[in-house]
Structure formats: C-alpha cells, structure tokens
C-alpha cells in the first residue's frame, strides 16, 4: 500500500502540481486548502505525511504544526513546511515547531520529492521496504508474491491489498471502515460487510491444516495482525 501524503496549501496552482508529481511517484494524495480544515481532516485520519504551507488561512501552518505536536496521535507525524520565508530566523522557529524539513519557495519539485522519500523512509521504513516479513508470511512488493514458510500463497488483488495494508502496521486493530479507506479508498463505496469477505477469503488462503491464524478478530473494533503470532512463549 503506497504512503498518503496530505498537501495542506492554498495556492491551486502549486497545489495541482505538487499533487501531480507525487501521484505520479505512487503516492496516495490529498489536498486541502486551509488549516482549520486540516485539523478537522486530522482528528479523523492521520496521514503517512504532510506536505504544510506556513501562511495558510483559518489556521496558519506554523500553528497547526504546534497544536499537532500537542496530540499524542500526530506527535511523530512527519512534516515537511513550505514557505516564503528564507530568513534563518524563520527556518529555525519552524523546526522548533516540530518540522521535521523546511523548503523555501520556490523550490525544485525532484528537490521536494527527495525529501518526502527521505523522511517516509526514515519515518516508517516499512513503507519503502521491498519485503514485508510477519512471523512465517513474506510479502514481495516487487514480485507481487506472498508465501508462509516455504509455501507460496495466491491472492487476489483486493487480498493482496489488505494483506500489505495489516503488514505495515502488525498489532495495529483497525475498524472496517480504517480498512475499507485504507484498502479501497475513500472515494469507493462500498458496504463494510464487504471487509468481513475479504478477510475470510485472506485467513482462506493463509491458513492450511493446523496453521496458527495470523489476524485476529477484536469484536465490536475489527481487525489486526496478532502481535503474538509467531512468537514463541
């Protein structure tokens, strides 16, 4: 599953083509055009990154990275400022924020690139990871292929999807609807039964015989790869 990144910016033009060149680099974007409304956007759902404008209307960026760095839920979230403001001074009341990069404006877009592959792959390595590895699974970004053991496992799509989605972050429960975002899209509706399917089918394909079951069903919250599976007592 490729890293969201959130673009919180108000000049369109700047807005599109940055949305343009990350999509394009495999990420998963999105855009919102003012701070009050990247708050709000927040609370729900955490990206894997933020791309934050200093001078943003509702909320300035430079606020909003402070009152994120408050909440223990984006406290480690990475962000990348962008600004006008080149002065030292500036550069340094940013970072002592809590950015974790600074880019004056105008900037090389493979410059920004660079550094949004930098801080994911310093963030959460499992992102950029070629094999994903849980207990006796390895999942195989580049073949497409899974297997358990010495096993090789087929797939569908929709299963490989959500496989690779749990396996960034094992231990993690996410609701149906976290997944059905996650897997499918937000912008995709469909019934969150549907998740229930397509984890059957999943636990179908990983599981044979006497085969320790690697997701765990939390009831009333959803699903996660079990934090205890393959460990040994």
């Not at 930098?118 to 994903?132: G, I, M, T």
């Not at 995709?188 to 690697?214: C, F, M, S, W």
Request: aromatic content about 6%; proline content about 5%; charged content about 35%.
């Amino acid at each position: 599953m490729s890293a969201r990144i959130l673009i919180v910016e108000d000049e369109e033009p700047l807005t599109l083509l940055l949305r343009y060149n990350l999509e394009a680099e495999g990420y998963e974007v999105e855009t919102v055009g003012r701070g009050d409304e990247a708050e709000t956007l927040l609370k729900e759902r955490a990206p894997d990154l933020m791309v934050l404008d200093w001078m943003l209307p509702g909320i300035s960026g430079i606020e909003l990275c402070r009152r994120l760095r408050a909440r223990p839920e984006t406290k480690a979230l990475p962000i990348i400022m962008l600004t006008a403001r080149g002065e030292e001074s500036e550069r340094i009341r940013g970072l002592a924020t809590g950015a974790d990069d600074y880019i004056v404006k105008p900037f090389s877009v493979p410059e920004l690139i660079a550094r949004v592959r930098a801080l994911l792959r310093r963030a959460s390595p499992e992102r950029v990871a070629d094999v994903l590895a849980f207990g006796d699974i390895a999942l195989d970004r580049e073949k497409k292929r899974v297997s358990r053991g010495e096993r090789e496992i087929e797939l569908g799509p929709t299963e490989y999807r959500l496989l690779e989605f749990l396996m960034e972050r094992p231990g993690r429960v996410f609701s149906r609807e976290q997944l059905l975002d996650g897997v499918w899209g937000s912008e995709v509706y469909i019934d969150e039964r549907t998740v229930d399917v397509h984890v059957g089918r999943l636990r179908k394909a990983l599981n044979r015989g006497r085969d320790p079951d690697p997701i765990r069903t939390v009831r009333g919250a959803g699903y996660a790869l079990d934090d205890k599976f393959g460990k040994t007592a």
